[in-house]
């Protein structure tokens, strides 16, 4: 399985992410594929912006 490539045309704007400051970058780096994920995104946040706090009830999401 080839993992997704890194495509700085392909990232969308995400204004205020989970409730977050300011607005980051995202893009899929695998769209569709067969396991347990959910998604993987590869993010830049700007200084002064971030991912507010949130829950996961049924999942689990990784920051890395």
């Known amino acids: 399985m080839?993992?997704?490539?890194n495509d700085i045309s392909k990232y969308f704007p995400a204004k205020n992410c989970h409730s977050g400051a300011g607005t980051i970058e995202l893009m899929s780096l695998w769209d569709k594929f067969d396991t347990p994920w959910l998604f993987i995104h590869r993010g830049i946040l700007p200084p002064k912006t971030g991912i507010g706090h949130?829950?996961?009830?049924?999942?689990?999401?990784?920051y890395v």
């Open 2 to 5: 080839d993992f997704g490539r």
């Open 54 to 62: 949130h829950f996961h009830d049924h999942c689990e999401e990784m």
